[in-house]
């Protein structure tokens, strides 16, 4: 399946080329959709849930196919839903204010001045751009937060001391997900709308939390029974200690490759979103390289696809 596309991953490599469309023959088109057929059937009315990141967002091509990429799968019969995190564009407009970014063990401090920050940056500007883009295309997106239709429930989150035992770190207003009410999701996607959120919180108190967006992405899959979850990285996926590509893992088979060393640093965590969906029901999870155009439809609708699929063993 699109034989005249040569993908190839490795850590040197850090973006794959594909070949201009112009260059297929329309045989060569009709045989790529014709291809797909058989994804499309299969997928049809399940949800997608992607959470969006990386080059993939702020690069203009990309974000072009993206975009494109969303609109389509919702044309033929899918789901999507798009969750967003906003990390560079938060730490830009803090240091533009003159305020420094904090992190302690990958999580943002959020005091009460950078949560303002994060929620115009988030639920404000970057959501509302991605809607933007989406419905340029020909889609029918809706942003929202998780604050909106009070539907992410959360807690303040507290993270354990590196060099305390057992002592328990105060990081601002970050939360993590007590619950999830889909509703709002699915009143979205029945009316054929694309939903697109933004991980923000709130507690029973009124209190905002800024939420980690693969957390969100994946428990939001989960509570949907989605067929997939797919993280969009700046990586080529799980790849072998020769830099090889690794792909159709199991939750299994992942504990082992953490446990000799293959999966390390910040693919951890990565692996680890992908598995809690597919613990919570997720058919699939898929960690795919943002950086290739149209990444989202060579992962969905081919054979090789462009990352790392997990699946339930």
């Known amino acids: 399946m699109f034989s005249p596309v040569q993908l190839e991953f490795s850590q040197s490599i850090p973006k794959p080329a594909i070949m201009p469309t112009s260059k297929f023959t329309p045989g060569d088109k009709a045989n790529i959709l014709s291809e797909a057929l058989p994804y499309i059937q299969r997928f049809f009315d399940k949800t997608i849930v992607i959470k969006y990141g990386g080059n993939a967002m702020t690069d203009p091509k990309l974000m072009e196919s993206f975009a494109q990429d969303v609109v389509l799968l919702k044309l033929v019969g899918m789901n999507p839903v798009v969750v967003h995190g906003a990390g560079p ?49 020909g889609g029918k997106a809706v942003g929202l937060t998780g604050k909106d239709g009070n539907f992410i429930h959360a807690k303040k989150m507290l993270v354990e001391s590196k060099e305390e035992l057992g002592k328990m770190l105060d990081i601002g207003q970050v939360g993590e997900i007590t619950s999830i009410d889909p509703e709002i999701i699915q009143l979205l996607d029945s009316g054929d709308f694309i939903p697109v959120v933004a991980p923000l919180g709130t507690d029973s108190q009124g209190n905002a939390y800024n939420i980690n967006a693969d957390v969100a992405a994946g428990k939001l899959a989960g509570v949907l029974k989605a067929e997939k979850a797919v993280f969009l990285t700046n990586t080529a996926g799980v790849l072998d200690q020769a830099g090889k590509l690794l792909t159709g893992l199991t939750p299994k088979q992942i504990d082992a490759l953490i446990e000799d060393g293959t999966i390390s640093g910040g693919m951890i965590p990565k692996v680890g979103y992908a598995v809690d969906a597919i613990n919570s029901g997720v058919h699939s999870a898929h960690i795919i390289d943002g950086r290739v155009e149209h990444a989202l439809l060579l992962e969905i609708l081919t054979k090789e696809g462009v990352g790392t699929l997990i699946r339930r063993a």
Not at 114 to 120: A, I, N
């Open 89 to 137: 564009q938060i730490g830009d407009l803090l240091k533009r204010i003159g305020k420094q970014s904090e992190f302690i063990q990958g999580m943002r401090v959020t005091d009460e001045e950078t949560l303002d920050v994060v929620e115009m940056v988030l639920g404000g500007l970057v959501n509302q751009d991605i809607v933007t883009l989406i419905n340029k295309h």
